[in-house]
């Protein structure tokens, strides 16, 4: 089974990024690019955790798994409130990321989005 993203995904993903114009043949290309690598990377992320909850569940082990997904900040003790999956556009891998809210907060204003800049 391809973990890859069909011709009707990609462009239903290409209209959700820009809905009120039209993009240009090279951002297009480029998104497209992006895109093809990953979706794979998310969705092998969430068959591998769908995977560990079943073997979680046969082990008895479901409510300390969970407690455990649930964890706390990536930066401090507090519980997360915000759950980011990182993708490395260039290798595709991706990486869980949990932040409490004011380290979410922190998280949002360090990283000015780079695609909708005016
Ligand atoms: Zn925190």
Redesign the pocket.
Known sequence: MSDEPTEDELNRLLRAVAPSRELSAHESRQLREVLTKVVPAVRAVMRKQAAAIEEAARDGKLWEFLEQLRG???????P?VLHITEVNSGTGEATNIH??????R?YRDDRPSGTSRP
């Open positions: 706390k900040c990536a930066k401090c003790d507090q997360p932040l409490c809210e004011e380290h979410a922190e």
